[in-house]
Every structure is written in structure tokens, then in C-alpha cells.
């Protein structure tokens, strides 16, 4: 599925959605490899995502979709988009936007490792959150 495909055909149709209507996706910067995130997208998620080019996902916390970037400014546009062998997941290999994914203002969501039985963050902050997203 190519960004800006046809979002009505039976593709969505194939992938088994769990019990609230979601599918985890993995994201990855195209360029390096580097998983950047692990969000979800219900079904109007995902097709949003194959007809705009950029990532869309489905917020569980605030129950509501979420343009990646919509307040940042660091849109994910995709790559790739690819669904893994069990239909199980979904994997968004995109240019992530600015280079930050996360909303600490790190390249990656994944920014601490354990290290002698405790979570230690191994990846420097890019930019301040606050300037990213103001006073909250």
C-alpha cells in the first residue's frame, strides 16, 4: 500500500482489529532503521494514514485521532507501509519530521535501556519540550 492509495478497497478488511478495534504499529525512520515508536490505529487510522502519507493514529488516552505532529510540527510522512506476517501489526517505516518522535523531544520513544537492574535514558533531549509545545 502506497501513501495516497485507494483507502476504500478490501485491504482494511484483511486486518484482524482487536477487541476495541485497534492494531499496534511500529514506527521506524526509513533512513536508519531506528524504531521511533509504538502507538496504535483503529480502522479510520489507518486509512487516513495510506490516503494522506502521513501518520495518523488512534490516541486511547484521549479516545480520539492523533496527526503525528499535529501540535509539534514533527510529522512522520510514510515510506512504507506494511503489514507483518500474523496480521498482528502494523510496521510505518516513514521520515520522521524534524528528527525528534517523541514528545520528551528525543529521536525515539525508546530512550532508556536497563542497565544493572535499572532503567537508565541513553539518548540526549534534542530540543525542550516546553518549545516544542509550550507551557502545559
Known sequence: MSPGANVAGEW?????????????????????????????????????????????????????????????????????????????AILLRVDQAGGIACHTGRESCFFRKLENGRWVSTDPVLKDPKLIYGDK
Open 12 to 88: 482494511l478488511d484483511e486486518v484482524p482489529w482487536d477487541g476495541q478495534g485497534l492494531i499496534p504499529v511500529v514506527t521506524q525512520e526509513a533512513s536508519t532503521g531506528r524504531v521511533l515508536t509504538l502507538a496504535w490505529m483503529n480502522r479510520d487510522a489507518l486509512a487516513e494514514t495510506a490516503r494522506s502519507g502521513e501518520a495518523v493514529y488512534w490516541s486511547r488516552s484521549r479516545r480520539k485521532l492523533w496527526r503525528k505532529g499535529e501540535e509539534s510540527g514533527h510529522v512522520q510522512r510514510i515510506v512504507e507501509l506494511r503489514l507483518d506476517c500474523d496480521s498482528d
